[in-house]
T-cell receptor
Framework: KAGVTQTPRYLIKTRGQQVTLSCSPI?????VSWYQQTPGQGLQFLFE???????NKGNFPGRFSGRQFSNSRSEMNVSTLELGDSALYLC?????????????FGPGTRLTVT | KQEVTQIPAALSVPEGENLVLNCSFT??????LQWFRQDPGKGLTSLLL?????REQTSGRLNASLDKSSGRSTLYIAASQPGDSATYLC???????????FGKGTRLHILP
């Protein structure tokens, strides 16, 4: 069974631009969560989607948004990029949502904002 | 505020030694505690998941324990090998808001 895949793996953008990252979960998994990882803050939860609905959200500004498609693939979008948005963006999939569940992570997208 | 802390931030030990990594969490109302491994620039690999009703889980040379009442989990690595060098993260899945909170990790270096 294929793991979680993320595209692209690396991205360089300029301040003020916007970016879209993609995540394909493990086949059969319906929940996708997104995280931002930086050296200073560590891993921080962005949002979680299940059945095309956002069911949970972290403490990030509205410039960060996401969506999930009927095939469970998810995208996250960051508008008006800032230098501080440079990070490794990780997505994780799980079978269901709510209650105890194991998360499986993708390799991440390394975003550099210049 | 829910917090997960990992101490130490970095650890170097000679090959062959047994070692323990620590994880503490402020809110004991958790669904589970999960340990991950992360190699430089890569994603996270799940090592062990302990449900809130369990005390420990084992996989090969790894053993993770959970003490909810004291808000602590440990990851025990037996007979360490250079290939174990990586950053180890723990994550607590909170009942209260269904969020998963990560510690900042322990960077482990096994000396050949």
């Amino acid at each position: 069974k294929a793991g979680v895949t993320q595209t692209p793996r690396y991205l360089i953008k300029t301040r003020g631009q916007q970016v879209t990252l993609s995540c394909s979960p493990i086949s059969g998994h319906r929940s996708v969560s997104w995280y931002q990882q930086t050296p200073g803050q560590g891993l921080q939860f962005l949002f979680e989607y299940f059945s095309e609905t956002q069911r949970n959200k972290g403490n990030f500004p509205g410039r960060f948004s996401g969506r999930q498609f009927s095939n469970s693939r998810s995208e996250m979008n960051v508008s008006t990029l800032e230098l501080g948005d440079s990070a490794l963006y990780l997505c994780a999939s799980s079978l269901g949502a709510g209650g105890s569940r194991e998360q499986y992570f993708g390799p991440g997208t390394r975003l550099t904002v210049t | 505020k829910q917090e997960v802390t990992q101490i130490p931030a970095a650890l170097s030990v000679p090959e062959g030694e047994n070692l323990v990594l620590n994880c503490s969490f402020t809110d004991s109302a958790i669904y589970n505690l999960q340990w991950f491994r992360q190699d430089p620039g890569k994603g996270l690999t799940s090592l062990l998941l302990i449900q809130s009703s369990q005390r420990e889980q084992t996989s090969g040379r790894l053993n993770a324990s959970l003490d909810k009442s004291s808000g602590r989990s440990t990851l025990y690595i037996a007979a360490s090998q250079p290939g174990d060098s990586a950053t180890y993260l723990c994550a607590a899945h909170m009942n209260r808001d269904d969020k998963i909170i990560f510690g900042k990790g322990t960077r482990l270096h096994i000396l050949p």
